[in-house]
């Protein structure tokens, strides 16, 4: 009966130490169903582009630059992100970029679970939202 104890009280003590790796893979969060949101988005979407990219431009650097590159820069973001829209939502089912459903856009880093976008390099992986957006609280909390 000792022996039983023992041994017991030594396979717990050994699996309460056991480490084992149970995480996701890095590209699990990208699938088919995911790259064809992702394709009709881009065909969807892809003409907010243009007035983001006239606003950064405004921004940055004054009204005539928004109005003449901006409207450039966008229309060529424009016609960029339905090119790739297009090819997506032709190969969704095909693990196309490096073996996996990744966007395979220029510049994008969205390595950390993060969607980081540089304007300046490369596009984000869904195109930016040109409405109110419900998860900012712009609103106070009343107290009772």
Known sequence: MKRAIYTLLFAAGLLGTAMADIQAPPASEYTPSRKLGRALNNLLYSAEEIPVQMVRWTTESGDYAGFSVGLVDGTS????????????????????????????????CGTSGLREYNPATGMSEFPSELSYQAYYRYSRVQMD
Not at 81 to 102: D, H, I, N, Q
């Open 77 to 108: 973001r424009m016609l960029q992100r339905m090119g790739y829209g297009l090819y997506e939502l032709v190969t969704f089912w095909a693990p196309t970029y490096k073996c996996t459903y990744k966007p395979p856009y220029q510049g994008f």
